[in-house]
């Protein structure tokens, strides 16, 4: 079974159908960069771009990079602000034609490594974080997901912490490895001291180079593994919510 799934992110707007039976892209994904300012009308019009670069037909899932509930759309910090209290589902629908589902893009994310991923099977507390623009957390307890998290906005050393240990934050002040790796150590012992997961799956682009920083992580009690889907967990994810949105 094929459904399409995009994945917004602060600097990148993807998508490509996605084959459920394995939990990944049955094409190649196809990449337009995301617009500045993000607003919500230059966004759907990457969405469609998109969509329509394969002729999609089907119901179509969307991540975005904030709280979502119910198709709108709470927050926006790393998009235009004109996002909140939008009925994004609603606007996209409109745009490309097609029954959309949407939700937080590392809900998505995580929702695609817990079911075809490095937490496969897992049971306990297991936190997945995606590292790129911001930081994005997805909860989850014996499997269920706690929608909505945002664990990147907690507050480290008087900063939102994703302002400090983003990928965005390590390209921005041309930090080595190791400083960044410092960086997001405070950062996961801060959350580990908060929720004591048993696993931490990091994900996002970085998780491709993860033999880079994770070893240069200390004092983290939880077992740490980067994300197996990497950067297309929010696009198989997407087109998870999707599949279950269209069978409701």
């Given at each position: 079974?094929?459904?399409?799934?995009?994945?917004?992110?602060?600097?990148?707007i993807?998508?490509?159908?996605?084959?459920?039976?394995?939990?990944?892209?049955?094409?190649?994904?196809?990449?337009?960069?995301?617009?500045?300012p993000?607003?919500?009308?230059?966004?759907?019009?990457?969405v469609?771009?998109?969509?329509?670069?394969?002729?999609?037909?089907?119901?179509?899932?969307?991540?975005?990079p904030g709280?979502?509930?119910?198709?709108?759309?709470?927050?926006?910090?790393?998009?235009?602000?004109?996002?909140?209290?939008?009925?994004?589902?609603?606007?996209?629908?409109?745009?490309?034609?097609?029954?959309?589902?949407?939700?937080?893009?590392?809900?998505?994310?995580?929702?695609?490594?817990?079911?075809?991923?490095?937490?496969?099977?897992r049971?306990?507390?297991?936190?997945?974080?995606?590292?790129?623009?911001?930081?994005?957390?997805?909860?989850?307890?014996?499997?269920?997901?706690?929608?909505?998290?945002e664990?990147?906005?907690l507050?480290?050393?008087?900063?939102?912490?994703?302002?400090?240990?983003?990928?965005?934050?390590?390209?921005?002040?041309?930090?080595?490895?190791?400083?960044?790796?410092?960086?997001v150590?405070?950062?996961?012992?801060?959350?580990?001291?908060?929720?004591?997961?048993?696993?931490?799956?990091?994900?996002?682009?970085?998780?491709?180079?993860?033999?880079?920083?994770?070893?240069?992580?200390?004092?983290?009690?939880?077992?740490?593994?980067?994300?197996?889907l990497?950067?297309n967990?929010?696009?198989?994810?997407?087109?998870?919510a999707?599949?279950?949105?269209?069978?409701?």
């Amino acid at each position: 079974m094929q459904i399409f799934g995009v994945d917004i992110g602060g600097s990148g707007i993807k998508g490509a159908p996605v084959d459920l039976d394995r939990g990944d892209l049955a094409q190649e994904r196809h990449k337009v960069l995301t617009p500045h300012p993000a607003t919500p009308e230059g966004v759907a019009g990457c969405v469609a771009e998109v969509v329509g670069h394969f002729d999609w037909q089907g119901p179509v899932g969307v991540t975005f990079p904030g709280v979502v509930t119910d198709g709108i759309t709470r927050t926006a910090a790393n998009v235009d602000k004109g996002w909140i209290d939008m009925d994004a589902r609603a606007l996209l629908a409109e745009r490309i034609g097609r029954p959309v589902t949407i939700l937080n893009d590392a809900d998505a994310a995580g929702t695609a490594e817990m079911a075809f991923g490095a937490g496969r099977g897992r049971k306990g507390t297991v936190i997945v974080l995606t590292f790129g623009t911001g930081i994005g957390s997805a909860v989850f307890t014996d499997g269920l997901l706690v929608p909505n998290t945002e664990l990147g906005h907690l507050e480290l050393h008087g900063h939102d912490a994703e302002k400090r240990a983003s990928t965005k934050a390590k390209e921005d002040e041309d930090l080595s490895w190791q400083h960044w790796a410092h960086r997001v150590q405070k950062y996961l012992r801060h959350v580990e001291m908060l929720f004591s997961p048993e696993l931490f799956v990091i994900g996002g682009g970085v998780s491709r180079k993860a033999d880079k920083f994770l070893s240069l992580i200390e004092g983290v009690r939880a077992e740490m593994v980067p994300a197996e889907l990497q950067n297309n967990a929010g696009i198989v994810g997407a087109a998870m919510a999707a599949s279950k949105s269209s069978v409701s």
